[in-house]
């Protein structure tokens, strides 16, 4: 048998230079050229110490002008800029969890949306003291829907969600006043916060900033992540594949990108109609390929297989392929380049949301009430489109791995029961894998999610951690484009266990697992917050004590410092590969990476160098281990 080889990031920027040169030839634009445009960045801007929310301004602080015409210092306006950058992710991450919402409330036996997962839906009804029953399931669905949307706006309480937390974590966040009330509130009171001659004093802004995150993570996301398993299916384990290879010559190859998964189920749905693949037939195709990018990639992996093509930076080599009819988006991290980058090309650049117009594409407005009509109407614009193919542009590159994905907490927690006889569980619960952490066979667990950046290379820092971590024996869990950079290399396959150390290197042969598992989207890290809340509760270990912490390598947009804010206030320190744009005050930068741990326990660590950022992770979790006395 030949020997499993990771794809080398070498490989794969050899494969995007020739992609580059068929977008030279048709007089193509790239994030490559475009960063090198950009020159260097602004420092009042990469510092956050330009203020410009109002029109005084814009105010830039300097040692000669350390006040704003206001009289704001620097310490406010960093903070400021820190809350509304927060307040953007948490706004973002949890209109896409109220989309979802709004899907389940419109579900019906015979309509476009179904419950699929019914004992899902009915463990979340009972959470919420919801009658199930003698009940009609579509009752019930649409009961906990309205009683979701009411999260969005309900005037008093808290999120309902919070329960889920450790008793501990509760109270810290009760007595931090750090508990999100409804979710627009924390990003409207964000907003109000922060405009002119409200709040200045960073420990408030900060503040604020762990209560909106937290509304998203333990609201929003929470709420997308859990009604889309309702609506589509919980992931359990199953195998696909990753990287440009999975585009096929000689098929109609939609790619779908964007967030909200009711548009790419329906795709998905439709692209296997009899009359579909027939109608491709007749063009001369052998059939339909659907493949991903971002994290829709990550949420129809999971659930039906879907290969994955790229994350987030390779969105614009799907196109330069020339064999991409129609790259259809919904929201969040698409590229505007995608329009004209089209147009040189055959492809239709599809967007179907409200919430994402742009300029240079197809319009096909898509909802719950009319997703199948249009979703039959996309798969049918992309297949009469093959034969308008440039074939003297098709390039697809060779490259592709397996992967095996599907581990939401439900498929991690029976899938780890099989590693401990001891620990069987019928019911399944975290304990196996506390025993593993507790025996020293597995050191602990990183959560690495988040984005890519032009300032690191193209997943290199998502990569090299990654292999450094198994080496050392820490499991990891994925989410987001840090998922799609581990299956492009090979690292969600499961012979990559070849990679890890000798203890977790005989979990992933019992549990027969990748060692690095594939958890889902962006919102889908709430179910790494409900991991390590059970993790907690069946262990004893409070949640800031275990050796266990998040990592962001990569990461760029501002849903990614929301996440980071209620990853830290849940307990987890989490390290961060970019800067993020508090360098400019020292008293912000200080309660990021540092002064929170009085607080919840835990902080940011901020390290750009990849092999510094890994030793200071390992030593992270080894002083947990030392301090728990495991
Ligand atoms: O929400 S990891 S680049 S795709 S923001 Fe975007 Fe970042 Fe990718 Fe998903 Ni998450
Ligand atoms: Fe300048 Fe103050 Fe206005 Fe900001 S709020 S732009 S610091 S005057």
Same mark, same amino acid.
């Given at each position: 048998m030949e020997e499993f080889m990771l794809t080398t990031l070498e490989e794969m920027e050899a494969e995007t230079a020739k992609l580059l040169e068929t977008g030279q030839k048709v007089g193509a634009d790239s994030w490559q050229q475009r960063a090198k445009n950009q020159g260097s960045h602004c420092k009042f801007g990469e510092e956050g110490t330009c203020c410009r929310i109002c029109t005084m301004g814009p105010c830039r602080i300097t040692p000669k002008a350390p006040r704003g015409i206001c009289g704001c210092d620097v310490h406010g306006i960093v903070g400021r800029n820190f809350l509304?950058?927060?307040?953007?992710?948490?706004?973002?991450? &949890?209109d896409h969890g109220r989309e979802i919402c709004h899907t389940l409330y419109l579900t019906s036996e015979d309509g476009n949306y179904k419950v699929k997962d019914p004992e899902k839906l009915k463990k979340i009804a009972a959470e919420w003291d919801i009658p199930t029953e003698n009940r009609d399931i579509y009752d019930i669905a649409h009961e906990v829907a309205e009683t979701?949307?009411?999260?969005?706006?309900?005037?008093?309480?808290?999120?309902?969600?919070? @329960?889920?937390?450790?008793?501990?974590?509760?109270?810290?966040?009760?007595?931090?006043?750090?508990?999100?009330?409804?979710?627009?509130?924390?990003?409207s009171c964000a907003m109000h916060m922060t405009h002119m001659g409200c709040s200045s004093e960073p420990e408030a802004l900060v503040r604020q900033s762990l209560r909106c995150g937290l509304s998203d993570g333990w609201g929003g996301s929470m709420m997308g992540t859990e009604f889309s398993d309702v609506m589509f299916g919980t992931p359990m384990p199953q195998d696909t594949e990753a990287n440009l290879g999975v585009m096929e010559e000689d098929m109609v190859n939609i790619i779908v990108h964007g967030h909200d998964p009711s548009l790419s189920e329906m795709i998905v749905e439709y692209s296997e109609k009899p009359e579909m693949i027939a109608l491709a037939k007749s063009v001369g195709a052998k059939g339909i390929n659907i493949a991903g990018v971002c994290c829709t990639s990550n949420e129809v992996a999971m659930r039906h297989g879907i290969p994955m093509a790229g994350n987030f930076l390779s969105q614009e080599?799907?196109?330069?392929?020339?064999?991409?009819?129609?790259?259809?988006?919904?929201?969040?991290? +698409?590229?505007?380049?995608?329009?004209? =980058?089209? @147009?040189?090309?055959?492809?239709?650049?599809?967007?179907?949301?409200?919430?994402?117009?742009?300029?240079?594409s197809d319009f096909i407005h898509f909802?719950?009430?009319?997703?199948?009509?249009?979703?039959?109407?996309?798969?049918?614009?992309?297949?009469?489109?093959?034969?308008?193919? @440039?074939?003297?542009?098709?390039? +697809?590159?060779?490259?592709?791995?397996?992967?095996?994905?599907?581990y939401s907490y439900e498929s991690i927690v029976k899938t780890l029961d099989t590693v401990t006889n001891s620990f069987v569980d019928e019911t399944g619960s975290t304990r196996p894998l506390i025993e593993c952490i507790n025996s020293g066979v597995i050191r602990g667990a990183v959560a690495m999610v988040g984005c890519n950046n032009?300032?690191?290379?193209?997943?290199?820092?998502?990569?090299?951690?990654?292999?450094?971590?198994?080496?050392?024996? +820490?499991?990891?869990?994925?989410?987001?484009?840090?998922?799609?950079?581990?299956?492009?290399?090979?690292?969600?396959?499961?012979?990559?266990? @070849?990679?890890?150390?000798?203890?977790?290197?005989?979990?992933?042969?019992?549990?027969?697992?990748?060692?690095? =598992?594939?958890?889902?989207?962006?919102?889908?890290?709430?179910?790494?917050?409900?991991?390590?809340?059970?993790?907690?509760?069946?262990?004893?270990?409070?949640?800031?004590?275990?050796?266990?912490?998040?990592?962001?390598?990569?990461?760029?947009?501002?849903?990614?410092?929301?996440?980071?804010?209620?990853?830290?206030?849940?307990?987890?320190?989490?390290?961060?590969?970019?800067?993020?744009?508090?360098?400019?005050?020292?008293?912000?930068?200080? =309660?990021?990476?540092?002064?929170?741990?009085?607080?919840?326990?835990?902080?940011?660590?901020?390290?750009?160098?990849?092999?510094?950022?890994?030793? &200071?992770?390992?030593?992270?979790?080894?002083?947990?281990r030392t301090a728990l006395g495991i």
């Open positions: 509304r950058f927060t307040a953007g992710g948490a706004a973002t991450h &949890s979701g949307l009411m999260e969005y706006g309900k005037p008093f309480g808290t999120q309902r969600f919070l @329960k889920r937390a450790p008793e501990k974590t509760q109270e810290i966040w009760k007595r931090e006043n750090i508990e999100p009330r409804a979710i627009d509130r924390e990003v080599n799907v196109v330069l392929t020339g064999a991409c009819e129609a790259i259809v988006v919904d929201v969040q991290c +698409i590229f505007p380049a995608l329009g004209p =980058l089209s @147009k040189c090309f055959h492809t239709k650049f599809i967007t179907t949301s409200e919430i994402a117009r742009m300029p240079d909802n719950s009430e009319n997703a199948g009509e249009n979703a039959e109407k996309i798969v049918r614009m992309a297949v009469e489109n093959f034969p308008n193919r @440039k074939k003297d542009l098709v390039y +697809i590159p060779k490259m592709k791995q397996k992967a095996t994905v599907g032009p300032k690191v290379r193209h997943d290199y820092a998502h990569i090299e951690l990654m292999k450094k971590l198994l080496a050392n024996d +820490i499991v990891l869990v994925l989410s987001g484009c840090s998922a799609q950079a581990a299956a492009k290399a090979g690292l969600m396959s499961k012979e990559a266990k @070849k990679f890890c150390g000798d203890g977790l290197r005989r979990v992933c042969e019992l549990a027969d697992i990748p060692p690095v =598992l594939h958890m889902g989207s962006c919102v889908d890290i709430s179910r790494m917050m409900v991991l390590v809340a059970n993790m907690s509760k069946d262990s004893g270990w409070d949640i800031n004590k275990m050796p266990v912490v998040g990592c962001a390598p990569e990461w760029m947009s501002e849903k990614a410092v929301s996440i980071g804010n209620y990853v830290v206030a849940t307990g987890l320190d989490t390290y961060l590969g970019v800067y993020p744009q508090t360098k400019g005050s020292s008293k912000v930068d200080g =309660l990021l990476q540092g002064g929170l741990k009085d607080w919840v326990g835990a902080c940011y660590h901020v390290e750009l160098d990849v092999d510094k950022l890994g030793d &200071s992770i390992i030593e992270g979790i080894e002083a947990k």
